[in-house]
């Protein structure tokens, strides 16, 4: 079983920036790969951005990829959001999901793949 937390959200003006957390509770944290997904009202859950077991690959949406930056840090159980020049069209609930690895060459991009989920952290941008 495994328990995220995320933490980060809340409300800035388009152009800014936030960095969103998502701690782990996992004790085999490095045996899952990590995502990051987003939905907005009476919309999809959609993909953002995934990172696989070492951090050191990345897979990002087309519409973040330049401003967000997905990592981990394996260590201290958390993964990570940083998202800048933030838009209007970025507002949504923010949600981290963990999905066990069975080969670190690709990670999955879509939610049903994803065992664990976290509540969710509100992210709004002003315009």
């Known amino acids: 079983q495994v328990q995220l937390v995320e933490s980060g959200g809340g409300l800035v003006q388009a152009g800014g920036s936030l960095n969103l957390s998502c701690a782990a509770s996992a004790r085999s944290f490095t045996s899952y790969h990590m995502g990051w997904f987003r939905q907005a009202p009476g919309e999809e859950r959609e993909f953002v951005a995934a990172?696989?077991?070492?951090?050191?690959?990345?897979w990002y949406a087309d519409s973040v990829k330049g401003r967000f930056t997905i990592s981990r840090d394996n260590a201290k159980n958390t993964a990570y959001l940083q998202m800048n020049n933030l838009k209007p069209e970025d507002t949504a609930v923010y949600y981290c999901?963990?999905?066990?690895?069975?080969?670190?060459?690709?990670?999955?991009?879509?939610?049903?793949?994803?065992?664990?989920w976290g509540q969710g952290t509100q992210v709004t941008v002003s315009s």
């Open positions: 999901a963990a999905d066990l690895a069975y080969s670190d060459l690709w990670v999955q991009t879509t939610a049903p793949a994803y065992d664990y």
């Open positions: 990172i696989n077991l070492r951090g050191d690959r990345t």
